[in-house]
């Protein structure tokens, strides 16, 4: 009798475990994605400025800080992705791509990325490659602290439903079965 107690709730532990995973997974991934959107837009309008011959400047100052602030920041690369301009400044200079993104960003067109310039920063960038005069690439990014915290908050939230539903799910076994004795 216990063995038949055991197989029914872990049929149904597996169905309750698959619904609170795709739960999570859903929603960390509509945070994550939507991360992305304001640089998506930054890009697409500096590229396509910068494609039609505009001159654009980033300067700010001070230069944005992503290890201290959420607002999205730029640079601007040449085709060689070398620095051409920027508004951001970690640990006193711009953050370097590694090389391997310029090269797929070139194959593809547009990236989007999350990028870790040093152990206590992590960044929601979009890259994308224009042409015009003066071939390049556009970064926009921003940090993921916020998004993250909210991803902390929605693991515990999901956990503690999933725990409280496989125990409810145990005590309705149990009484369920008691009653059939």
């Known amino acids: 009798m216990l063995m038949r107690k055991l197989i029914f709730w872990l049929g149904q532990a597996v169905i309750i475990t ?6 999570y997974a859903a929603v960390q ?6 991360a992305n959107d304001p640089q998506a837009s930054m890009v697409i309008g500096l ?15 001070p230069k944005i800080d992503p290890s201290k602030s959420l607002t999205p920041f730029a ?4 085709d060689q992705g070398k620095v051409v301009d920027s508004n951001v400044e970690l ?15 070139r194959k593809v067109g547009e990236e989007r990325i999350t990028w870790q310039p040093t152990a206590n920063v992590r960044l ?4 994308a490659h224009h042409d015009g005069k003066k071939p390049g690439f556009v970064l926009a990014a921003r940090s ?9 908050q929605l693991q515990t939230m999901v956990a503690l439903a999933w725990l409280l ?17």
């Open 29 to 34: 991934q509509n945070y994550r994605q939507n």
């Open 144 to 152: 993921l602290k916020e998004v993250e915290e909210r991803e902390a």
């Open 47 to 61: 590229a396509g400025q910068i494609t039609q011959g505009t001159d654009v400047e980033l300067g700010q100052v």
């Open 91 to 105: 640990d006193g200079k711009t953050p370097e791509l590694p090389a391997g993104v310029f090269a797929n960003t």
């Open 75 to 78: 640079i601007i690369y040449d």
């Open 18 to 23: 698959i619904i609170f995973v795709t739960i």
């Open 165 to 181: 539903s496989l125990v409810t799910l145990g005590l309705s076994v149990t009484v369920l079965h008691a009653k059939r004795l």
């Open 124 to 127: 929601a960038a979009v890259i």
